[in-house]
């Protein structure tokens, strides 16, 4: 993970909240400020992609704010010039820097093959300051794109084997009668440690944290928070009952008189899931209900557009039974979305929706292409949602999400096309070893889970008063602070880290 980029730009499997645009004023005269009309021009400068001048406005219309002393439109300049900042972070490469890149990592590529791929426009890039930018980790997407290249990497190869391996001996042991829903459980513990060091931190001001921990839910009817150190910080319970699972503490850091020290345990147990569903046993929709109404909206970063309603409409066809068509909806996703790194971070400063970016790109990582799976269904009347928060294929807790869609008499039912999809880049598998890979993660799915929030875009318990990262998909802690100009997450993800242990199997 690059230092520079912050530890926000490395988790891929993640999905990032929406911010508002321009900066708020706090007079109320009928001619603008000085301070509305910098922010204004900022604002029109930012919307064309000339970062360097709109943070200069920006700026200067944060003065003006505290000068006319206005502090909340002064934290919003703040706010959008990080906003910015994290745009030029996802998409760092010149040009030039892009084709130095290309060579480094593909060496045995004639450069004739690798300026095609520049100028085809494939390459995810945007512009700032009139010319284009590329996507920090354009290298890998380009492997995920071209599986004979993805398989001239031997690492790649060893990593994805060893996901595989692990998955279909899952697959391969008995899964116990029809009825059973869920088995096998495994006993998992989590710990997070934070060790940041004093000269990190303002002087003071207040440090808001959100610990992402395990919830209960259908697979994962235990958990437990087990040791707090230390505990002063604790503003109110973990939040292991709701829908996104949370310790919240906050830090007064005038109070603080040396680093600051936290350590957060918490236990699971999670089951695996086979659902055996008989298509003609599936029962009617409560189309008023609320559970009904909640999981076939649109909005946040599960956006149903016309295109995507449309889209749905003609995979689904005249396909009526909601088990038949959520399998036809996962199947179009599996054989048409090409797994990617994601610029989560540019995305919502830009007020794009992971749903949409996926629908006009074919591309996407697991969070992107499951919350595309959501909105699909969604359009045509299937209740589902985007669930997630770790993998541990490896041992180890690294961010992944997927998908449920919800069934009359049988619940929740999982699906993860991005696990699906991991088949593709096995070398020497065949066909119909590929198919039952594919098959066995549309209504089952591996214990090798920690689910930490029921559907993207949850708010955090409580929810955060200013922007913060990683809100549709927590999968590290979450931070806000009142008197830090850094980014907060860029500065304090590098002090993280977090481990796991398997208790029971």
């Known amino acids: 993970m690059r230092k520079k980029a912050g530890l926000f730009l490395a988790l ?25 009309s910098l922010a204004e021009e900022a604002a029109a400068e930012m919307e064309q992609g000339n970062l360097t001048s709109a943070a200069d406005l920006y700026q200067q219309a944060r003065e003006a704010y505290q000068d006319e002393g206005d502090e909340a439109g002064a934290r919003e300049c703040l706010n959008h010039i990080q906003d910015m900042t994290m745009i030029e972070l996802a998409y760092p490469l010149s040009e030039d820097e892009l084709r130095e890149k290309l060579e480094g990592s593909f060496p045995d590529v004639p450069e004739e093959e690798r300026e095609s791929w520049v100028a085809s426009g494939e390459l995810e890039h945007i512009t700032i300051d009139g010319e284009p930018h590329y996507f920090y980790d354009v290298a890998s997407n ?3 794109r071209n599986v004979a290249l993805f398989q001239d990497d031997a690492q790649l190869v060893s990593h994805y084997e060893m996901g595989y391996d692990e998955l279909t001996e899952i697959m391969d042991e008995p899964r116990g009668e029809p009825w059973q829903s869920y088995t096998r459980p495994i006993t998992y513990r989590g710990t997070h440690t934070l060790d940041v060091p004093r000269d990190v931190l303002p002087a003071s001001g207040l440090l808001k944290i959100w610990f992402p921990i395990a919830i209960i839910t259908g697979p994962q009817p235990a958990v437990r928070v087990t040791s707090i150190t230390p505990d002063t910080y604790v503003v109110g319970p973990p939040s292991i009952d709701e829908d996104i699972g949370v310790v919240y503490m906050e830090v007064h850091l005038e109070d603080l008189g040396g680093d600051l020290k936290i350590d957060v345990q918490f236990e699971f147990e999670h089951y695996e899931q086979h659902f055996t569903v008989d298509p003609g046993k599936v029962g009617a929709y409560d189309t008023e209900g609320a559970l009904y109404q909640e999981y076939t909206s649109s909005g946040g970063n599960i956006l149903v557009t016309p295109e995507i309603a449309e889209t749905a409409r003609e995979v689904v066809g005249n396909e009526v039974n909601p088990y038949l068509a ?12 090409t ?43 299937i209740p589902a949602r985007t669930t997630g928060g770790w993998q541990l294929f490896t041992g180890k807790f ?41 098959d066995f993660f549309f209504g089952n799915q591996d214990h090798l889970r920690c689910v930490v929030q029921k559907d993207a875009d949850v708010a955090l318990i409580p929810p955060a008063a200013e922007p913060v990262m990683l809100v549709a998909a927590l999968q590290q802690p979450a931070y806000n602070c009142d008197t830090m100009e850094e980014i907060p997450v860029a500065v304090l993800g590098d002090y993280w880290s977090m481990q796991a242990e398997v208790l029971s199997d």
């Open 326 to 337: 959520a399998q036809k909806l996962n199947d179009y996703v599996v054989d048409n979305i």
């Open 142 to 144: 380009i492997r995920f």
């Open 339 to 381: 797994y990617s790194f994601m610029p989560h971070s540019a995305l919502w400063p830009r007020g794009e929706a992971e749903s949409v970016y996926v629908h006009e790109n074919r591309h996407g990582d697991c969070g992107a292409q499951s919350m595309y799976f959501t909105s699909l269904c969604r359009a045509v009347g």
């Open 12 to 36: 891929v499997s993640v999905v990032i909240l929406c911010a508002s645009i321009g900066c708020g004023s706090g007079t109320t005269t009928l001619q603008a400020s000085t301070a509305e």
């Open 398 to 438: 690294s961010g992944h999400f997927w998908a449920e869609f919800f069934l009359p008499n049988y619940g929740w039912v999982p699906v993860d096309p991005t696990a699906a999809e991991i088949a593709d880049y096995i070398p020497g598998l065949s066909d119909a070893e590929r198919q039952d890979f594919k």
